[in-house]
């Protein structure tokens, strides 16, 4: 074996079925293994730090995969590059230590999601944002979300086939911004279940919306039915934002390449 090599993504999520591999070939994973084949010159397999439903778009996603064929490290940069389709496009490449796992190695995962608050609907940013037309309390929001932080029992916010063993997660920050008609709503946490995100989203905007109190969202945790939280709300504006690892395995920093999605700010509220 030649040696393990780690990549950084960016893709669009409207034109996937999906991060996972499917049998008709839509997915994120069969177009960058068939690319990756191609360079390689041998199939290769490929692990993710996080699997991203349809719709939903990276910033940042971390793959790795084990090489039995030398190449230049611009060979699974320009090279893969060239072979794949719109929409998706390799960031970054690294030949990292045989022990390193894009998933089991990542340390913290951050979601963005992007939120169009505006009586008329998104045309340019249609997919890539979620829309609400009403006015949301942001202030609202803010202390809902506060409930969330720390380690939990997400089972309300967990979708029915989630396959994780346990549901319990830690939700380290969440930060709640607005530019404008844009409000974005950033969560760093341990790992996430199915739709979690999403469905916190959806119970937040309910709050946002003066449907129910700040306080609703601490008794919905609490009670760790699904059935008693919001629906779940749409993939359009959700990003894979980050995906942090220890500097040990010698990965680059993620890169400001998407402006109003990617940015950083203020407002972030650590878990005590």
């Known amino acids: 074996m030649v040696g393990r090599i780690a990549l950084g993504l960016e893709y669009d999520g409207r034109l996937f079925c999906g991060w996972q591999t499917q049998p008709g070939g839509c997915a994120v994973q069969?177009?960058?293994?068939?690319?990756?084949?191609?360079?390689?010159?041998?199939?290769?397999?490929?692990?993710?730090?996080?699997?991203?439903?349809?719709?939903?778009?990276?910033?940042?996603?971390?793959?790795?995969?084990?090489?039995?064929?030398?190449?230049?490290?611009?060979?699974?940069?320009?090279?893969?590059?060239?072979?794949?389709?719109?929409?998706?496009?390799?960031?970054?490449?690294?030949?990292?230590?045989?022990?390193?796992?894009?998933?089991?190695?990542?340390?913290?995962?951050?979601?963005?999601?992007?939120?169009?608050?505006?009586?008329v609907r998104p045309a340019l940013l249609a997919g890539r944002v979620g829309w609400v037309h009403a006015p949301l309390d942001q202030t609202a929001m803010a202390e809902a979300a506060a409930h969330l932080?720390?380690?939990?029992?997400?089972?309300?916010?967990?979708?029915?086939?989630?396959?994780?063993?346990?549901?319990?997660?830690?939700?380290?920050?969440?930060?709640?911004?607005?530019?404008?008609?844009?409000?974005?709503?950033?969560?760093?946490a341990n790992a996430y279940l199915h739709h979690q995100v999403r469905n916190m989203v959806g119970a937040l905007v309910w709050v946002g919306l003066g449907r129910r109190s700040p306080d609703w969202v601490k008794e919905v945790l609490a009670s760790r039915d699904r059935s008693q939280a919001a629906a779940t709300f749409a993939a359009d504006g959700l990003y894979l934002s980050e995906?942090?690892?220890?500097?040990?395995?010698?990965?680059?920093?993620?890169?400001?390449?998407?402006?109003?999605?990617?940015?950083?700010?203020a407002g972030i509220m650590p878990a005590s």
């Open 30 to 119: 069969d177009a960058l293994e068939s690319a990756l084949a191609e360079v390689h010159g041998a199939p290769v397999a490929t692990i993710v730090a996080g699997r991203t439903d349809a719709g939903v778009h990276a910033l940042c996603q971390v793959v790795h995969f084990d090489a039995v064929n030398h190449r230049p490290e611009s060979a699974w940069l320009r090279g893969v590059n060239a072979l794949l389709p719109e929409g998706i496009a390799v960031v970054w490449a690294r030949p990292v230590a045989s022990d390193f796992s894009a998933r089991f190695s990542a340390t913290e995962r951050a979601y963005r999601y992007v939120l169009l608050n505006d009586p």
């Open 149 to 188: 932080l720390g380690e939990h029992d997400f089972s309300a916010f967990r979708a029915a086939e989630c396959q994780a063993k346990s549901p319990v997660r830690e939700m380290r920050q969440i930060q709640i911004q607005r530019h404008g008609a844009l409000m974005v709503l950033e969560f760093r």
């Open 243 to 265: 995906v942090r690892y220890g500097p040990e395995w010698g990965l680059p920093a993620p890169s400001d390449r998407t402006g109003w999605a990617f940015g950083n700010g």
